[in-house]
């Protein structure tokens, strides 16, 4: 099956820095990438999809200038926590499928843990 | 469309039980379904897909029904094992264009040896 990885696997900062987070597919290409958040004990809310070459659609509710989002080529997205808070704190997760007709199962990545001191 | 969760619900079954996950969706143009595994700590993982043209699906040990007219899938897990025991979700894919895959609320299966 088609394999996500995501980098770092988990991450403690420090309020006001920003970190970035890696998602990349490594055995096919994919035009778009989608990002969630997950609370614990919760489900995961999409939080963006990242589409490669333009800019990324954010759901309601994110801001998109404390969630950057970059596509840069058909096997990686990064997703940037900016001037990162408490609130913050939570596992991101990232997919990306084929995205074709008939290919539309999105595969995960092994999610980020980020903690935001 | 999302549901945002409160505490997960819980299904607890004795191993070697058949256990039965529901999910009820939101969106009748949803034409296709798929149910993903997600263990504490990791991300979710595929376990199997349904296409609005088929009420039922088989996998190893896995069984997928979908019930259109009330907007219900269900899982079936045959024998339950103790690594069974996780978070399973329902995601449904909108018909027309960008399949992006909208959760549902979860249920945590706990398996008991």
């Given at each position: 099956?088609?394999?996500?990885?995501?980098?770092?696997?988990?991450?403690?900062?420090?309020?006001?820095?920003?970190?970035?987070?890696?998602?990349?597919?490594?055995?096919?290409?994919?035009?778009?990438?989608?990002?969630?958040?997950?609370f614990?004990?919760?489900?995961?809310?999409?939080?963006?999809?990242?589409?490669?070459?333009?800019?990324a659609?954010y759901?309601?509710?994110?801001?998109k200038?404390k969630?950057l989002?970059?596509?840069?080529?058909?096997?990686?997205?990064?997703?940037?926590?900016?001037?990162?808070?408490?609130?913050?704190?939570?596992f991101?997760?990232?997919?990306?499928?084929?995205?074709?007709?008939?290919?539309?199962?999105?595969?995960?990545?092994?999610?980020?843990?980020l903690?935001?001191? | 469309?999302?549901?945002?969760?409160?505490h997960?619900?819980?299904?607890?079954?004795?191993?070697?039980?058949?256990?039965?996950?529901?999910?009820?969706?939101?969106?009748?143009?949803?034409?296709?379904?798929?149910?993903?595994?997600?263990?504490?700590?990791?991300?979710?993982?595929?376990?199997?897909?349904?296409?609005?043209?088929?009420?039922?699906?088989?996998g190893?040990?896995?069984?997928?029904?979908?019930?259109?007219?009330?907007?219900?899938?269900?899982?079936?897990?045959?024998?339950t094992?103790?690594?069974?025991?996780?978070?399973?979700?329902?995601?449904?894919?909108?018909?027309?264009?960008?399949?992006?895959?909208?959760f549902?609320?979860?249920?945590?299966?706990?398996?008991?040896?």
């Open positions: 099956g088609a394999v996500v990885s995501q980098h770092p696997s988990r991450v403690i900062c420090k309020s006001g820095t920003s970190v970035k987070i890696e998602c990349r597919s490594l055995d096919f290409q994919a035009t778009t990438m989608f990002w969630y958040r997950q614990p004990k919760q489900s995961l809310m999409l939080m963006a999809t990242s589409n490669e070459g333009s800019k659609t759901e309601q509710g994110v801001e200038d969630f989002i970059n596509h840069a080529s058909l096997t990686l997205s990064t997703l940037t926590v900016t001037s990162a808070h408490p609130e913050d704190s939570s991101y997760i990232c997919s990306a499928g084929p995205g074709l007709i008939d290919q539309e199962t999105q595969y995960f990545g092994p999610g980020t843990r903690l935001v001191l | 469309g999302e549901s945002v969760g409160l997960l619900p819980t299904l607890s079954v004795q191993e070697g039980d058949n256990s039965i996950i529901n999910c009820a969706y939101s969106n009748s143009a949803s034409d296709y379904f798929i149910w993903y595994k997600q263990e504490s700590g990791k991300g979710p993982q595929f376990i199997i897909d349904i296409r609005s043209n088929m009420d039922k699906r088989q190893q040990r896995v069984t997928v029904l979908l019930n259109k007219t009330v907007k219900h899938l269900s899982l079936q897990i045959a024998a094992q103790p690594g069974d025991s996780a978070v399973y979700f329902c995601a449904e894919n909108m018909k027309g264009g960008s399949y992006i895959p909208t549902g609320r979860g249920t945590s299966l706990i398996v008991h040896p």
